[in-house]
């Protein structure tokens, strides 16, 4: 096959970080490539190149022989390049079809209420066929603001957003992290769907496993360089993490077992099992997304209210009111939505990370040099790939954002961390990190409830774990009592008594 993209000598820097250096990739017609490596090793800029978003410094980009107009969204984009980001791109304010058809509106031929009825059953219908339902009649309502949609509904919107394009490449930036893996599965169908219609796909995905499933070929970046582009027939997830990291990565899942305490919370849901968390031990709550594992931890850390919800504090009985109230108790939690949630992304790292501690600090307010004083310490221990204490946060990588996250609840010292989907697009590397400090914590006493829709991860890193299904803790299975296929006979409904 013919290369439709065709990328040579590409480079591009920030200030003192060399972002890309030398890059030289081609993209064949019909083919699905995937793109891997740590954060930071390039992947987004590089996306960000042929999108439109950044200019690189050197080097030649083109499509179908023709250059490429790089530094122009709109013009990328009537070249046949559509993009989905990471991190969602969406208006919050507006609905599903509204975002979908966003500057694209005269795509439908009608005109008034007639072009917004043929918008919304476009809409709908494409949501339809990427989750596999009936024309028509999809879950995702096209109507609703995307603001009330859950994160793996505004992700479909993402994706059918993309494919309302007539387009010759479409660039996928984690489009699976946070789907289950019935809708893993359809977005795999879709894209060979694209693939056997003759449109390439540029695919970067963590889950390497489902690079290895998915694509055609795959190329390596290490450091914004390439290491090296390989079919996927010659390819090992041995060969890819070594490629990444520079090392061979054995042991994926690095459980150490710690010998658990006395309970440092129980909460007893108005229906449905008791959850319990001691110290020295991570606990898991699986489930399909929607069974209602991030509304009982929001509830916990008094985010939302649940009538009849009970928690026992150390064998007290709390209310946590707000966060405020749950972090003074000793409760830290990593939202699944790192920027919507868990950073202000105008703020620098250093103040991120002293966020939750200011109520210990004299009058709530502190110096640079207090502030350099709690952040460096754990910008160093985490390995926080950084130019400045006092950067935006925003301007880093997915994995060092998480890091942040991860850092401000160090430094409160909290004694139960709930962690919601930590590892969502970030790279093996960081993967393999964010699992040592969770060992370094049950070392010392804390509690760790951990959110995963990754269940080989949930599993590994559990000690114990709940199922959850509709809104209730159905299951409660032991270390030496649980399988993949336990856990989704629990989640799916196939087995129902509760133990």
Same mark, same amino acid.
């Given at each position: 096959?013919? $290369?439709?993209?065709?990328?040579?000598?590409?480079?591009?820097?920030? +200030?003192?970080?060399?972002?890309?250096?030398?890059?030289?990739?081609?993209?064949?017609?019909?083919?699905?490539?995937?793109?891997?490596?740590?954060?930071?090793?390039?992947?987004?800029?590089?996306? #960000?190149?042929?999108?439109?978003?950044?200019?690189?410094?050197?080097?030649?980009?083109?499509?179908?022989?023709?250059?490429?107009?790089? +530094?122009?969204?709109?013009?990328?984009?009537?070249?046949?390049?559509?993009?989905?980001?990471?991190?969602?791109?969406?208006?919050?304010?507006?609905?599903?079809?509204?975002?979908?058809?966003?500057?694209?509106?005269?795509?439908?031929?009608?005109?008034?209420?007639?072009?917004?009825?043929?918008?919304? !059953? %476009?809409?709908?219908?494409?949501?339809?066929?990427?989750?596999?339902?009936?024309?028509?009649?999809?879950?995702?309502?096209?109507?609703?603001?995307?603001?009330?949609?859950?994160? $793996?509904? %505004?992700? @479909?919107?993402? /994706?059918?957003?993309?494919?309302?394009?007539?387009?010759?490449? /479409?660039?996928?930036?984690?489009?699976?992290?946070?789907?289950?893996?019935?809708?893993?599965?359809?977005?795999?169908?879709?894209?060979?769907?694209?693939?056997?219609?003759?449109?390439?796909?540029?695919?970067?995905?963590?889950?390497?496993?489902?690079?290895?499933?998915?694509?055609?070929?795959?190329?390596?970046?290490?450091?914004? %360089?390439?290491?090296?582009?390989?079919?996927?027939?010659?390819?090992?997830?041995?060969?890819?993490?070594?490629?990444?990291?520079?090392?061979?990565?054995?042991?994926?899942? $690095?459980?150490?077992?710690?010998?658990?305490?006395?309970?440092?919370?129980?909460?007893?849901? $108005?229906?449905?099992?008791?959850?319990?968390?001691?110290?020295?031990?991570?606990?898991?709550?699986?489930?399909?997304?929607?069974?209602?594992?991030?509304?009982?931890?929001?509830?916990?850390?008094?985010?939302?209210?649940?009538?009849?919800?009970?928690?026992?504090?150390?064998?007290?009985?709390?209310?946590?009111?707000?966060?405020?109230?749950?972090?003074?108790?000793?409760?830290?939690?990593?939202?699944?939505?790192?920027? +919507?949630?868990?950073?202000?992304?105008?703020? &620098?790292?250093?103040?991120?990370?002293?966020?939750?501690?200011?109520?210990?600090?004299? +009058?709530?307010?502190?110096?640079?040099?207090?502030?350099?004083? /709690?952040?460096?310490?754990?910008?160093?221990?985490?390995?926080?790939?950084?130019?400045?204490?006092?950067?935006?946060?925003? &301007?880093?990588?997915?994995?060092?954002?998480? #890091?942040?996250?991860?850092?401000?609840?160090?430094?409160?010292?909290?004694?139960?961390?709930?962690?919601?989907?930590?590892?969502?697009?970030?790279?093996?590397?960081? #993967?393999?990190?964010?699992?040592?400090?969770?060992?370094?914590?049950?070392?010392?006493? #804390?509690?760790?409830?951990?959110?995963?829709?990754?269940?080989?991860?949930?599993?590994? @890193?559990?000690?114990?774990?709940?199922?959850?299904?509709?809104?209730?803790?159905?299951?409660?299975?032991?270390?030496?009592? %649980?399988?993949? !296929?336990?856990?989704?006979?629990?989640?799916?409904?196939?087995?129902?008594?509760?133990?």
């Amino acid at each position: 096959m013919e $290369p439709l993209l065709v990328l040579r000598g590409v480079t591009k820097r920030y +200030g003192g970080v060399q972002a890309l250096a030398g890059v030289d990739l081609d993209v064949r017609a019909g083919e699905v490539h995937g793109l891997v490596g740590e954060n930071g090793a390039g992947k987004s800029t590089l996306l #960000k190149i042929l999108s439109g978003a950044v200019v690189p410094d050197s080097g030649d980009v083109r499509l179908a022989g023709a250059a490429l107009p790089t +530094g122009s969204p709109r013009a990328c984009e009537a070249c046949g390049i559509s993009t989905i980001y990471q991190e969602f791109s969406l208006v919050p304010g507006l609905t599903g079809t509204q975002n979908i058809f966003l500057g694209h509106e005269s795509s439908a031929p009608e005109r008034g209420a007639a072009r917004r009825a043929a918008m919304r !059953e %476009r809409a709908s219908s494409l949501l339809a066929e990427l989750l596999g339902e009936t024309r028509g009649s999809s879950r995702v309502d096209p109507d609703r603001p995307v603001r009330e949609l859950s994160v $793996p509904e %505004r992700q @479909m919107v993402e /994706i059918a957003r993309a494919l309302s394009r007539e387009s010759r490449l /479409i660039l996928m930036d984690e489009p699976s992290a946070t789907l289950t893996e019935q809708e893993t599965a359809r977005l795999h169908a879709t894209v060979r769907g694209l693939r056997a219609r003759g449109v390439s796909v540029l695919y970067i995905s963590h889950r390497l496993e489902e690079v290895l499933t998915l694509a055609d070929r795959v190329t390596v970046l290490r450091d914004g %360089r390439r290491v090296e582009t390989i079919p996927v027939a010659e390819a090992t997830l041995d060969r890819l993490i070594r490629g990444m990291v520079g090392r061979s990565i054995r042991e994926h899942y $690095p459980k150490e077992p710690a010998p658990p305490g006395d309970a440092i919370i129980e909460i007893e849901p $108005p229906e449905g099992l008791p959850v319990r968390v001691r110290a020295g031990e991570v606990v898991g709550l699986a489930g399909l997304v929607g069974s209602g594992r991030t509304e009982l931890v929001r509830a916990v850390f008094g985010v939302d209210r649940r009538p009849g919800l009970r928690v026992r504090w150390c064998g007290h009985p709390i209310q946590a009111r707000s966060p405020a109230e749950a972090i003074a108790l000793g409760i830290g939690m990593v939202p699944e939505d790192r920027q +919507g949630q868990g950073l202000v992304l105008g703020l &620098g790292v250093d103040v991120n990370i002293a966020l939750p501690s200011l109520d210990r600090e004299s +009058g709530g307010w502190l110096s640079p040099a207090r502030l350099r004083e /709690i952040a460096r310490p754990l910008i160093r221990d985490l390995q926080i790939h950084l130019a400045d204490p006092s950067q935006p946060v925003r &301007g880093l990588s997915g994995g060092n954002q998480q #890091k942040v996250v991860l850092a401000k609840w160090l430094a409160r010292q909290v004694r139960l961390l709930i962690l919601d989907e930590p590892t969502r697009g970030i790279d093996v590397g960081a #993967k393999q990190e964010m699992y040592r400090l969770m060992n370094q914590l049950t070392r010392e006493g #804390k509690g760790i409830l951990l959110i995963s829709s990754d269940l080989p991860e949930v599993l590994a @890193m559990s000690d114990r774990l709940y199922v959850m299904r509709h809104h209730r803790v159905i299951a409660e299975l032991p270390g030496g009592d %649980r399988s993949p !296929e336990t856990v989704m006979a629990y989640a799916t409904g196939a087995v129902g008594a509760m133990r």
